[in-house]
């Protein structure tokens, strides 16, 4: 919402704004930006530390 009242307002002042550099420029064209709210991270060499197992069952920080 807020990069399209720049554009509004850019374009209100007479600002030369083309519609085809807004299309390159949006967020949705990164693929690095998380809209779903989720993170993920390789957590498997340290899942002993953080997940509660059974007494008896170790995995190996190698695997």
């Not at 990164?30 to 899942?47: C, P, Q």
């Amino acid at each position: 919402m807020k990069m399209q009242a720049v554009v509004d307002r850019w374009r209100n002042e007479r600002h030369p704004i083309e519609d085809a550099w807004i299309r390159r420029m949006g967020p949705v064209h990164f693929g690095n930006v998380n809209f779903r709210g989720l993170i993920a991270f390789g957590v498997e060499r340290y899942s002993d530390a953080l997940l509660q197992k059974p007494a008896g069952i170790r995995r190996s920080a190698t695997n």
